[in-house]
Structures are given as structure tokens and as C-alpha cells.
């Protein structure tokens, strides 16, 4: 089972991969929404669409999860 998938199955969906400032930007606005909010390491071969400009920096970037806080 990948990452995503575990973290599907607890919940969590996928929003979008930023780095800073707009990564702390959004988390910030998922927050005010109410909602939870989880970061997960950038990880290429699991990113849907283009990230071949991501690659050459990876650890710049997080991916956002989200979920309804309960």
C-alpha cells in the first residue's frame, strides 16, 4: 500500500504540492475552514501531472492533506 493510499483510507484528501510562502499560505486558509491538515513529503513518482521543475528541488516542496476535523 503507498502513502497515499493509507492515507485515503484514513481519511486524509489530497489537495495540492506547494513550497514557501504559499505552502504556509494555504495550510493556513485549509485551517480557518475548519479543516485538518496534514504535509507529506514531496515524492515525484507519486504526483499526478507535471513535476518535472519539483524534482530539481524536492525538499522545497510539501503536499497538503486535508480532513474534516471530527
Keep these: 500500500m503507498t502513502r497515499h493510499e493509507e492515507l ?10 506547494y513550497d514557501e510562502p504559499r505552502l504556509s499560505d494555504i495550510v ?4 480557518e475552514m475548519g479543516m485538518e491538515v ?7 513518482a507519486t ?4 513535476s518535472e521543475c519539483m524534482k530539481a ?3 522545497k516542496y510539501a503536499t497538503i492533506y486535508t ?3 471530527e
Excluded at 28 to 31: D, G, H, K, L, P
Excluded at 47 to 50: A, D, H, K, L
Design 28 to 31: 493556513e486558509m485549509y485551517r
Design 38 to 44: 496534514h504535509l507529506e513529503p514531496f515524492d515525484a
Design 57 to 59: 528541488a524536492p525538499d
Design 8 to 17: 485515503t483510507a484514513r481519511g486524509w484528501h489530497r489537495q495540492v504540492t
Design 47 to 50: 504526483e499526478p501531472g507535471c
Design 67 to 69: 480532513r474534516s476535523v
